[in-house]
């Protein structure tokens, strides 16, 4: 079955919602469909806990847009692209009350302005929120919108190719989980906003399931180079069974982090910032504190205590009901009466599909969110940053795409273009295969957290991309056992492996080449920063054969010079 639109959306979180909203706003002559693979609701933006970042100045009055600019900049460790930065956070305030106006419910201050809370590496509190379910909010609040506006969605649809021509946008090839049917988009643009990737990790990560680098895969394959994808954000607040997310909005309400003596051992590290120093810092100080021995033992491993009983009960079921509650589920403790076990976990990828102000490499094609690197985030992204890059950069390129979809055109995706793609999906059930799904997901989810994790070094580095190159290898014997067409996991489970291997070399061999230590990269052979050699972005391509190639790419600078990072 074909189908054809001006704008195709590839994903329906909180990027992909509101660049359709703003291209029908735009636009209201274009047409526009949003493929998820999961219902919007359910989209991994519902996971954003902490909040947003808008320099509105309810709570300090004296916070600016240029200490915004400078806060992300630093955080990235200098290796943000700052006119990106300043664009991005220059929008902040606008687009959060924009959301205010549309129904997001935020949290408020006695005098009715929107509430601030404080958030790691910032110099001011600028983080709006709504309690502990931002994200949630925000991707209600962008659904009911884009319904009213009357935007057509394809749920549970499966992107499986990205088509162009001739460095031009023809549209995408997509499987419809429902029926088995393997179904065409024509159309002269499209966005990708497919997630992260950081699932990769598999135990220590508090992604969705579904977060398994999909658009950065497809663009890959298409020609289009990715961007810093050897830095990968570890939160330092996962459960200590789960990974599951422990919002920073919990460090920001005040909570303390001890190690096993009863230490607030952040004093060591970041004596200025203490629990609010930025991620990388705050993960790499609690892994310490547990290879050290430091670290509480349990039978599901070590892990470090958050605590917050101090806040009082009245505040922990206001501000943080939902972490109350995970916490009690996941981990049998009320944060009310006991400290929470949390260990840093995979969460974030600020690498991605290379993109400037959202276009990319190919005429008609964007990407927005976590799927893209735009460069706001350099080597660490900041808390309350990433719900504000989507927001941002979705309403940018719907804007842009509505304006840009009617001078161009598609002409069709070709018939050996859905020959190629129905092939590979038939070549899965063949009797000569005999590889199974979850060995190998194991043995990737084993390779990456074993070997290019928090701490990183040579050996255990080219281990890891050695074994995700047999992987990969064997991977291409991997065979689907249910032959079924309707809701067939198997396939889909099989489709996301093959995403994410070859996103892992990419991590991987990035994360080998850069001999340096910056934001969430740590080499312990090379523990300092290297600006002299490493101030560079890292390109990833793909060539015929599958082997990843590696290229550069410059820094864009602006009025922050490079200086030392301290907190």
């Known amino acids: 079955m074909e189908h054809r639109y001006d704008i195709v959306i590839v994903g329906a979180g909180g990027g992909g919602m509101f660049a359709a909203l703003e291209a029908v706003r735009t636009n209201p002559r274009v047409s526009v469909a949003v493929i998820s693979k999961v219902y919007p609701t359910r989209s991994h933006t519902s996971a954003a806990q902490g909040g947003v970042n808008a320099a509105l100045a309810n709570k300090d009055k004296d916070d600016t847009v240029e200490l915004h600019v400078f806060d992300t900049v630093k955080g990235s460790d200098y290796l943000a692209d700052q006119d990106a930065v300043e664009y991005l956070c220059s929008q902040a305030p606008a687009v959060v009350r924009e959301l205010e106006n549309l129904g997001a419910p935020f949290s408020r201050l006695p005098d009715g302005t929107i509430a601030q809370r404080p958030f790691g590496g910032t110099v001011k509190d600028r ?207 009320d944060p009310i009466e006991e400290p929470i076990p949390v260990r840093p976990t995979a969460h974030y990828a600020m690498g991605g599909i290379d993109a400037t102000m959202a276009k990319t490499a190919v005429r008609g094609v964007y990407a927005v969110g976590e799927c893209a690197c735009i460069s706001v985030h350099g080597a660490n992204r900041l808390g309350g940053n990433s719900l504000l890059d989507i927001l941002v950069f979705g309403k940018l390129a719907g804007r842009e795409a509505a304006l840009e979809a009617p001078e161009q055109k598609a002409h069709g995706i070709t018939p050996a273009a859905v020959r190629r793609v129905t092939d590979e999906l038939r070549s899965y059930t063949s009797h000569e295969r005999y590889e199974r799904y979850g060995i190998l997901r194991e043995g990737m989810g084993k390779a990456m957290g074993d070997n290019v994790g928090i701490y990183r070094v040579e050996e255990r580095l080219r281990r890891g991309v050695e074994e995700i190159r047999v992987l990969r290898e064997r991977f291409r014997r991997i065979r689907l056992f249910d032959p079924g067409s309707v809701y067939n996991t198997n396939l889909i489970q099989i489709l996301e492996l093959k995403n994410m291997l070859d996103l892992a070399l990419c991590v991987a061999v990035t994360a080998l080449e850069r001999q340096e230590s910056r934001g969430s990269h740590y080499r312990e052979d090379f523990p300092r920063r290297d600006d002299g050699a490493w101030h560079r972005h890292s390109l990833c391509t793909m060539g015929e054969d599958g082997e990843v190639r590696l290229a550069h790419k410059a820094v864009t600078m602006g009025k922050h010079p490079l200086e030392t990072r301290s907190y």
């Not at 065409?184 to 680098?213: E, Q």
């Not at 663009?219 to 954000?233: H, N, S, T």
Request: hydrophobic letters at 40%; a neutral charge; glycine letters at 12%.
């Open 127 to 333: 983080c709006c929120y709504c309690a502990d379910k931002t994200g949630h909010t925000i991707l209600h609040t962008l659904f009911e919108q884009c319904l009213r506006r009357g935007v057509t969605f394809f749920n549970e649809y499966f992107l499986l190719s990205l088509e162009q021509a001739d460095g031009a946008c023809q549209g995408v090839i997509a499987l419809n989980m429902r029926t088995g049917a393997i179904e065409t988009f024509v159309a002269p643009v499209v966005i990708l906003a497919t997630g992260g990737h950081a699932k990769m990790y598999w135990n220590r990560s508090s992604n969705a399931a579904g977060n398994t680098g999909d658009g950065q895969a497809a663009a890959l394959r298409a020609g289009i180079p990715l961007k810093d994808m050897e830095f990968i954000q570890f939160h330092p607040t996962g459960l200590r069974k789960s990974g599951l997310l422990v919002t920073e909005g919990a460090r920001g309400e005040g909570g303390y982090l001890l190690n096993r003596h009863g230490e607030r051992f952040m004093a060591r590290y970041a004596p200025q910032k203490m629990e609010l120093g930025p991620r990388d810092l705050v993960a790499r100080s609690m892994e310490t504190e547990i290879r050290e021995g430091n670290g509480f033992e349990s039978d599901a491993g070590s892990y470090i205590e958050l605590d917050l009983r101090h806040l009082g009960a009245e505040a922990i079921r206001k501000k943080l009901p939902q972490i109350r509650e995970l916490s009690m589920h996941f981990e049998g403790v």
